[in-house]
């Protein structure tokens, strides 16, 4: 049985920083595209970020470009999203997922398992 189970969620000030992790068991992920979403509450669910299954390329939301960096440890089975200089719109509950059959998700219907998430709150 596949699980994702994400942590580093928390409470922090605007402009402080979160890491994020995702830990993966059940399957092999070494071959997996691995990516974030985040939900705000009365929003739809969005695409934050996503990391090919060699690491070598990643792709972000324009909205977290140059603040998050996504990252992959395939021996550990866990993937990372640092979160550096938080504003209070990041504030929702993130999501990890794993693709097995898209090279670039972006999009959650390309994804086939999902976390249950971490509340991430920034306070003004």
């Known amino acids: 049985q596949v699980q994702l189970v994400e942590s580093g969620g928390g409470l922090v000030q605007a402009g402080g920083s979160l890491r994020l992790s995702c830990a993966a068991s059940?399957?092999?992920?070494?071959?997996?595209?691995m990516g974030w979403f985040r939900q705000a509450p009365g929003k739809e669910r969005e695409f934050v970020a996503a990391?090919?299954?060699?690491?070598?390329?990643?792709y972000y939301a324009d909205s977290v470009k140059g603040r998050f960096t996504i990252s992959r440890d395939n021996a550990k089975k866990t993937v990372y999203l640092q979160m550096n200089s938080l504003k209070p719109e990041d504030t929702a509950v993130y999501y990890c997922?794993?693709?097995?059959?898209?090279?670039?998700?972006?999009?959650?219907?390309?994804?086939?398992?999902w976390g249950q998430g971490t509340q991430v709150t920034v306070s003004s």
């Open positions: 997922a794993v693709s097995t059959v898209v090279v670039a998700p972006h999009e959650d219907w390309e994804y086939d398992y």
């Open positions: 990391i090919s299954w060699s690491g070598g390329s990643t």
């Open positions: 059940g399957r092999t992920f070494s071959r997996d595209a």
